[in-house]
């Protein structure tokens, strides 16, 4: 509880489920979406596949954003990139608007799940590692699964549009909690560099 209750480790979970949830939520959408509005397999193809590759190509160079830009800066750009993705998805109408959404999903997705990842490992002790981590990865699945589940059940039941606006308050509540965290945290954790 102890662990749980710190602003650090808060901030990182929710982070990290939120880089999850929505990446899930609107990949795990996308395909129906755009074959529903006929687009080829092998524009579909392409869109997921370009997705994937900006998922994990800028982990080439993460590490060394964390160091330039700090661990919160990093995921400030990810729920920007996040909130890129809501946006284009909103007014995308060909090929190349879908594909830059998808592509900014995986960039804001790497940037917010790394840089959780790195302020996680900074609210436990190395004797605690196993109990944070635990509860971590128990919260981040159990939120992914859910949005998985949920995906195909919005996209059917409302739109679209519906699927991509339910993530708006997420992700303004995760940029104001960053904020918020970033400001609190800078003078009391000497631990966390340049956060």
Do not use: C
């Amino acid at each position: 509880r102890a662990i749980a209750l710190q602003p650090v480790f808060m901030t990182a979970v929710l982070s990290a489920v939120v880089a999850a949830g929505v990446m899930t939520l609107i990949m795990t959408a996308t395909p129906l979406h755009l074959e529903e509005h006929a687009f080829s397999l092998d524009d579909i193809t392409l869109v997921i596949q370009s997705h994937i590759v900006a998922m994990f190509l800028p982990s080439l160079i993460s590490g060394w954003l964390v160091d330039r830009l700090g661990v919160v800066r990093l995921m400030l750009l990810g729920v920007l990139a996040l909130a890129g993705t809501v946006t284009i998805g909103l007014i995308s109408q060909s090929l190349l608007q879908y594909w830059w959404a998808l592509v900014l999903l995986g960039v804001g997705w790497n940037f917010l799940f790394v840089g959780s990842t790195v302020l996680l490992m900074r609210a436990y002790t190395p004797a605690e590692r196993f109990k944070a981590q635990g509860l971590n990865d128990f919260i981040l699945f159990g939120a992914q699964a859910l949005t998985t589940f949920t995906a195909g059940t919005l996209i059917s039941l409302a739109s679209w549009e519906a699927l991509l606006l339910v993530n708006a308050p997420v992700l303004a509540l995760t940029l104001a909690v960053l904020l918020g965290v970033r400001r609190r945290l800078t003078g009391d954790l000497e631990s966390i560099q340049r956060i």
